[in-house]
């Protein structure tokens, strides 16, 4: 994980293309920038320049080892994930975080919306593997540090696994992309 205390790689993430982009790369894991504008459904053109926005804030690295000749061009993520520091106090970069946090709380619920409107073109055993869940519970703030760092470390070896994956390019034929989040918060009743 990478931390993020510069509201500058934030604001080269609020782009909601850039973050479509960067978020397909940790999907996929190394890909050529014509793949990722094939998925993408945009101009090769188009997604190099923002490809270029998330290198000059090292986000992303090239793998040209991967390279079949000098026009193929291969990125990935410069590392596993990103972990925000949220204590910034300049007002500019306050509204660079705000922008960002809102960006990437859109990102969230469109792929989940994406995924209950397509669902249903996903083999059975797929369709069924996908979960979701609430709860109300009642914690003080050191309760819910404390479930952060449990469900992190639940999570931990599954990123391990995955990661490893990626590297290796040797996934089960059946694996796919798994993409997860969840949110706890204080709320007034």
Request: proline fraction near 7%; avoid cysteine; glycine fraction near 4%.
């Given at each position: ?8 790689v ?10 479509r982009?960067f ?8 890909v050529?920038v ?10 090769p ?9 998330l290198?000059k804030?090292d ?7 991967l390279?079949?000749?000098s026009r193929?061009?291969w ?8 972990v925000?520091?949220r ?6 970069a306050?509204?660079a ?5 809102s ?16 669902h ?9 593997a996908g ?11 050191d309760?819910l ?7 992190n470390?639940v ?24 993409f ?10």
């Amino acid at each position: 994980m990478q931390q993020i205390d510069d509201p500058d790689v934030l604001k080269v993430l609020t782009s909601r293309f850039r973050m479509r982009l960067f978020s397909l790369l940790f999907q996929i894991g190394p890909v050529t920038v014509s793949e990722l504008a094939r998925r993408m459904n945009a101009d090769p053109g188009q997604v190099s320049y923002h490809l270029r926005q998330l290198q000059k804030h090292d986000l992303i690295e090239d793998v040209p080892e991967l390279a079949r000749d000098s026009r193929e061009r291969w990125v990935r993520p410069a590392m596993g994930g990103l972990v925000v520091d949220r204590d910034f106090e300049a007002p500019e970069a306050r509204a660079a975080l705000q922008a960002w946090t809102s960006q990437w709380v859109i990102d969230q619920f469109e792929r989940l919306r994406d995924f209950k409107r397509t669902h249903m073109t996903l083999p059975e055993d797929w369709r069924n593997a996908g979960f979701g869940s609430s709860r109300h519970l009642r914690l003080t703030k050191d309760e819910l540090a404390q479930l952060a760092d449990q469900l992190n470390a639940v999570l931990q070896p599954w990123r391990e696994l995955t990661k490893s994956r990626v590297e290796s390019s040797e996934a089960p034929p059946d694996t796919r992309p798994i993409f997860i989040f969840y949110h706890a918060f204080p709320e007034e009743p």
